[in-house]
C-alpha cells in the first residue's frame, strides 16, 4: 500500500512570496490533515478535512493561508503572503475512516515538506 | 483545550538497555494516545498506540502504559538498538468543537549509544 505522497520535498521562498504545497492520501482514507512542524516541536494541527469539506479550520491562520480539498483526494496547501514565522515543515497526514462521535484513528504521514522563508 | 507535555526531552541510553519516555494530559476525554517516531528528514511513523480502555499493549521490544486516574502514559522501549535512534512523540486525542484531534508532546531525542 502506497503512502501519503506530498510534494515538493524542499522549498526556499523570500518573505511575501506565495508558495503551496500539495498532498496525495493513502487510498480509501477519507478523513487528511496538514500541520506545522516547527523545528524542535512537535506537529501542531492547520485544518483538518473530511472527504471534501472542512471539519476544523480553527488553528489555520486564515489571512494568509488557505487549503482545499477538490474531489475529496488530493489537497494543496497555500501561504500568500508567506513571512519568515512561516518556516518549518509541513506535513500531511490522513486517516483511514470517519471520525465519529468518541472514535479517533490511526493517522498516517508523509514525508513532509520542507519551508525555508528568507 | 488538550496539553500534553512530553519528558525528557532528550535521553541516552547504552545499546541493550531500556528507554522510558513520560508524557502527561490534560483532557480527561482524551480516550487514544499514540506514539510516533521521527527520523531525520522524514515524517512521524507510528509505532504503537493505546485506547483509554487497556492499561498497558506490548509489540515485541515496545510498550505503552496508561494511566487514567493520574492522566500519564509512557513508552518503553527494551533491548535498545542503534537503529531506535529518533524523535518520539507522544500524543492525546482531545476534543475540539466537533472533531477528536490529536495534541503532540515537545518530542524526546532518544540517542542510543553502541
Known amino acids: 500500500e502506497a503512502g501519503v505522497a506530498q510534494s515538493p520535498r524542499y522549498k526556499i521562498i523570500e518573505k511575501r512570496q506565495s508558495v503551496a504545497f500539495w498532498c496525495n492520501p493513502i487510498s480509501g482514507h477519507a478523513t487528511l490533515y496538514w500541520y506545522q512542524q516547527i523545528l524542535g516541536q512537535g506537529p501542531k494541527l492547520l485544518i483538518q478535512f473530511q472527504n471534501n469539506g472542512v471539519v476544523d479550520d480553527s488553528q489555520l491562520p486564515k489571512d494568509r493561508f488557505s487549503a482545499e480539498r477538490l474531489k475529496g483526494v488530493d489537497s494543496t496547501l497555500k501561504i500568500q503572503p508567506a513571512k519568515l514565522e512561516d518556516s518549518a515543515v509541513y506535513l500531511c497526514?490522513?486517516?483511514?475512516?470517519?471520525?465519529?462521535?468518541?472514535?479517533?484513528?490511526?493517522?498516517?504521514f508523509g514525508p513532509g515538506t520542507r519551508l525555508t522563508v528568507t | 483545550g488538550e496539553n500534553v507535555e512530553q519528558h525528557p526531552s532528550t535521553l541516552s541510553v547504552q545499546e541493550g538497555d531500556s528507554a522510558v519516555i513520560k508524557c502527561t494530559y490534560s483532557d480527561s476525554a482524551s480516550n487514544y494516545f499514540p506514539w510516533y517516531k521521527q527520523e531525520l528528514g522524514k515524517g512521524p511513523q507510528l509505532i504503537i498506540d493505546?485506547?483509554?480502555?487497556?492499561g498497558e499493549k506490548k509489540d515485541q521490544r515496545i510498550a505503552v502504559t496508561l494511566n487514567k486516574t493520574a492522566k500519564h502514559f509512557s513508552l518503553h522501549i527494551t533491548e535498545t538498538q542503534p537503529e531506535d535512534s529518533a524523535v518520539y512523540f507522544c500524543?492525546?486525542?482531545?476534543?475540539?468543537?466537533?472533531?477528536?484531534?490529536?495534541?503532540f508532546g515537545s518530542g524526546t531525542q532518544l540517542t542510543v549509544l553502541p
Open positions: 500524543a492525546a486525542s482531545g476534543s475540539s468543537g466537533s472533531a477528536r484531534q490529536l495534541t
Open positions: 493505546i485506547r483509554s480502555n487497556v
Open positions: 497526514a490522513s486517516s483511514p475512516i470517519r471520525l465519529a462521535g468518541d472514535r479517533t484513528y490511526e493517522q498516517y
